[in-house]
């Protein structure tokens, strides 16, 4: 009797059923996972081996066509120069005993447009100009007609009765045709090399043939390599769109990279050709020999190199299609030898779930099953003895960090995760609150944290422990500096933690820094003493290039004595301080004032120029004669003798400058003040300045 669907369909789910928690079981089996490492080792082992070759059979391919497109670029550069040179070879043979009168008059400039009709088919226009810039005659498709514009102005035109000899101009506008055009200009010289005139020929960059050929080629023969010429700032002036014309040749698809490393070069223009393969683009360039113009070709990678990369995907199928079946294969062979291993994993399920002792019901197969476990037993009680060891060397630990007058902490992955009280009492925390939370937080700035992982692990690359002093913050939000100590747990395990020490130095940092303040500052007016002008000035010397000029002022105060004698010292020392106060105000950020004695003052110019210090000089000295200063209703001032002394590269000795800038002081007080404004009579340059 036939069965009734429904049978049928309950057996199927049946199956399923059984089916389904066969493979669960299987798949978190050894068994299972030995197949999928035959199987992922198969297809590595293909798919590497194709890879690898297809790898070196792309890179001989990508090498062989940036060496052909490079060729390319060096001949197209090549045969662009050469047509230059013919043209300007043109222009010489046309122009050869020529009369002085063809540039005395229009009449006499148009008959010798007329007699040199070779010119009209090489030049979009030619020209007849006089050596003042004005355009006697003019050539173009219209024929030959006089002209009265003047090319006085133009870079080029300049450039050509400036240096007497044949000039390519750059890239321009030109007046007559408004299209993009270059220029090519021949000097007429007469007797004793006296220059006649100009006669020059301008080349359409859109329309005529000097370029067209060299970029429409690969237009027409549906060449995916673009040929593009451009000048020395980049702007293209080739190219097989004309709309493209003196654009910047950086906006175009897949030139971007090769402008911008042309540019970090400092833009050579080097006929060797250099190639670059980057943003998904090939480009090569040259340089036009004698003119500052490059050749650039550029095309998609994938236009040139795609066959390869469809290889690849090809390659990595086959490989996997050889391990499925490589592996099929493998897991059945497994299947069969790994018999043993289901009672030594119902053995350890055993385990784990507490029903046996440890030392209870342990399979002893022969083999590597047997060996296994009895590894396994013996693990077992290794563990229980390492777990007692631990505890105890836990307890000894934290009574330590207990104990310890220095903050101690451990952290690792930038997390604490034991911290001492004396730690996180200098961060107004508890061990509890910092433990499991990131390292981040106890810096006083995210830059200072920042910052900090670099210079850890470089520290213990080279002395195996970092130690420097950084500012933190504690809970309150207050910031403290501190001396912080570091030390990797394992020097070959990046990822066993390290150890710190920390301690509070905010006291001993600031009487630190007011030694260091009080060893190069003048006590009295707070300005720098003479022990650190002259640091600053050897300095400066050493390290000076001709490009930044010093300039080194000196200044000694007139009638200061009288101060002291009619007011006392008191009075003398605020006016110290009012000079310093006048020298600060009238100087940069940059320079330097110091006082180098009793009542001497200097000041170091940088990069000032000498003409430029003289000014800061007669500033400081009327502000040092303005000072009015009232003591017991008496008013009192003090002139100024300013010496300036301008160090040019002959001047290398700390010395040398100190003594030009006072002998300039000296010179005004013989002389009894009275060659204010003078110059000194000794090399480099100083001058003496009296108030």
């Not at 003196?246 to 250099?274: C, H, K, S, Y």
Request: hydrophobic share 45%; net charge neutral.
């Amino acid at each position: 009797m036939t069965q009734p669907p429904t049978t049928h369909l309950l057996r199927w789910i049946a199956a399923c059923k059984m089916w389904a928690v066969w493979l669960r079981g299987l798949s978190g089996s050894l068994k299972l996972r030995l197949a999928l490492a035959c199987l992922l080792l198969i297809a590595a082992s293909i798919g590497v081996t194709t890879s690898v070759l297809l790898d070196r059979a792309a890179q001989r391919t990508e090498r062989a066509v940036l060496d052909l497109e490079q060729s390319n670029a060096e001949r197209l550069a090549g045969v662009l120069g050469n047509r230059i040179v013919t043209l300007q070879q043109a222009l010489r043979a046309s122009t050869l005993n020529t009369h002085a009168d063809t540039f005395t008059g229009r009449a006499h400039a148009v008959a010798f447009l007329n007699g040199k009709p070779v010119l009209a088919t090489l030049f979009s226009t030619t020209f007849v100009a006089a050596p003042d810039g004005r355009v006697l005659a003019t050539r173009d498709e219209q024929g030959v007609q006089a002209s009265d514009f003047n090319l006085a102005d133009r870079p080029y035109f300049q450039q050509t009765l400036r240096q007497r000899r044949p000039v390519v101009s750059e890239p321009l506008v030109g007046r007559l045709s408004r299209e993009p055009v270059i220029m090519l200009t021949m000097p007429i010289l007469g007797p004793g090399d006296g220059l006649l005139g100009v006669v020059g020929g301008s080349l359409r960059l859109s329309s005529r043939e000097l370029m067209t050929d060299l970029t429409q080629d690969s237009l027409m023969h549906q060449d995916p390599v673009q040929t593009i010429v451009t000048d020395g700032l980049g702007r293209i002036i080739a190219h097989r769109q004309h709309d493209y014309i003196l654009r910047d040749a950086g906006a175009l698809p897949g030139m971007a990279a090769a402008m911008q490393q042309w540019g970090a070069q400092g833009r050579p223009i080097e006929p060797n050709g250099v190639s670059l393969h980057a943003d998904g683009y090939i480009v090569t360039r040259a340089g036009v020999a004698g003119l500052d113009w490059m050749v650039f070709r550029v095309a998609a990678d994938d236009a040139l190199l795609g066959g390869l990369r469809q290889a690849r995907p090809q390659a990595w199928g086959w490989a996997a299609l050889v391990a499925l079946a490589g592996s099929a294969v493998m897991l059945l062979l497994i299947l069969l030898l790994l018999r043993p291993l289901a009672q030594l994993e119902q053995r350890a399920r055993a385990l784990l779930q507490g029903e046996m002792s440890d030392h209870e019901g342990w399979p002893e197969p022969g083999g590597e099953i047997g060996q296994l476990s009895r590894v396994l037993q013996h693990v077992l009680r290794e563990r229980a003895q390492t777990e007692q060891y631990n505890a105890g060397l836990l307890r000894q630990m934290h009574s330590m960090l207990a104990a310890a007058p220095i903050g101690i902490a451990f952290s690792r992955q930038r997390r604490f995760e034991l911290v001492s009280a004396e730690f996180a009492r200098l961060l107004s925390q508890t061990p509890e609150d910092l433990c499991g939370q990131l390292t981040k937080q106890i810096f006083a700035s995210d830059a200072d944290y920042d910052e900090l992982g670099q210079r850890v692990a470089q520290a213990f690359a080279q002395h195996g422990r970092f130690d420097d002093e950084l500012r933190f913050i504690r809970r309150d939000g207050s910031v403290f500096w501190g001396r912080i100590q570091g030390q990797p747990v394992d020097p070959a395990n990046e990822h066993g933690g390290t150890i710190w020490l920390l301690a509070d130095i905010t006291r001993e940092r600031s009487e630190r820094e007011q030694l260091s303040w009080s060893a190069s500052h003048d006590a009295l007016t707070g300005v720098h003493n003479r022990r650190a002008l002259e640091a600053h000035l050897g300095s400066a010397l050493a390290q000076r290039s001709r490009a930044v000029p010093l300039a080194l002022l000196f200044i000694d105060l007139d009638r200061f004595k009288q101060v002291n004698d009619s007011a006392g010292h008191a009075a003398g020392d605020q006016m110290l301080c009012a000079v310093a106060q006048v020298l600060l105000a009238r100087v940069r950020g940059s320079d330097m004032v110091a006082r180098i004695g009793g009542d001497e003052f200097a000041v170091l110019l940088q990069g000032c120029e000498y003409q430029a210090a003289l000014a800061v000089a007669e500033q400081i000295r009327l502000g040092v004669e303005a000072i009015d200063l009232a003591v017991d209703a008496v008013h009192l001032g003090v002139g100024a003798s300013v010496g300036v002394a301008e160090l040019d590269e002959t001047v290398s000795d700390v010395a040398v400058a100190c003594a030009l800038a006072d002998a300039a002081c000296y010179k005004i007080k013989r002389d009894g003040r009275s060659g204010a404004g003078g110059r000194g009579v000794m090399p480099p340059r100083l001058v003496v300045i009296d108030s």
